[in-house]
């Protein structure tokens, strides 16, 4: 098995330090990739701090994957050694389960295997994209059209699908009003897809300082909440609110927001539980729902959408050497609006 470059945390909590790893081998349905850019996700933090739970170190984090094919298995069909392509969420499936055959691994009835934090299917551990390459198999990649520049891509393989699933879910177009909650990694993208599909946006945040940003992005509309009117002159105005904020919400307040047969959709999770009115439910016959990630149809989906529509992350290049200082800056919220890290710096992270 060869051996690569890679970050990794060596314990709960440690910072990230130069390492190396060694790759599976490239099996029949296996692309070996190398990795030109990795998107830091604020769920990285949280894996390698140890506050989802128990979890496997070294870790090697990085689940927003954006390279190039070198390597292609003799039984490898959808790709050929130069094509780019990119890695989410998950490299693995059951396969079998109804979700799997609908194109919704992400809810596998066996669990899906992560990108990283996880064991593969053979025995190994998962190693995720702080690294220069990584094996994956061909069913669990994803093609990134030539349009699209790869440091803007490597967000949208987590951000822009967790984004992009639940507008269309809940048919975001043409004369629907969605209100996005929060303006960082995943809110940015929610305006731009909103704006792409026809529909009118409204990006509701705390306070005032980043209305300009959300302009600039495609919002028809701003609105800082924490003005106690806002809710009421808000009332009944949006069909589809969707948070992005890892805060508890007032809920009541929030499904206030929504119009007859509107829906608030959580795809940030807060810290602890929630309460609400059921009133406020029965009040309009509204929906309060959560949605995860997505499949790798709707992902494929959501690449080729954005290749159209020339939407992209809002980056940040950063050397590998900077992985811990930009850590810090995402837990700060110091960053607009989504770090990507050069892998060709990662054999200079320790000059």
Known sequence: MATVPALAAAAPGAELEPTSIRLRPVGDHDVLIQIAYVGICHSDIHQVREEWGAASFPMVPGHEIAGVVTQAGSGVKRFSVGDRVGVGCFVDSCRSCVHCRR???????????????????????????????????????????????????????????????????????????????????????????????????????????KQRGALRLGADHFRATEKPAVFEELSGAFDLVLSTVSASLELDSYLGLLTVGGTLVHVGVPPGPSSLSVAALVDGRKSLSGSFIGGTRETQAMLDFCAVHGIGAEVEVIDAKQANDAYARVVDGDVRYRFVIDVTTLGRADS
Request: overall charge negative; glycine content about 16%.
């Open 103 to 209: 194109g919704e691994e992400q809810f596998c009835e066996q669990g899906m295997t992560s990108t990283y934090n996880a064991v593969g299917r053979d025995g190994l551990p998962n190693y995720g994209g702080y690294s220069t390459h990584i094996v994956v198999d061909e069913n669990y990649v994803l093609a990134i059209p030539d349009s699209l520049a790869l440091d803007e891509a490597a967000p949208l393989l987590c951000a822009g699908i967790t984004m992009y699933a639940p507008l269309v879910r809940w048919g975001a177009g043409p004369g629907t009003r969605v209100a996005v909650v929060g303006l960082g990694g995943l809110g940015h993208l929610g305006v731009k897809f909103a704006r792409a599909m026809g529909a009118e946006v409204t990006v509701l945040s705390r306070g005032s300082r």
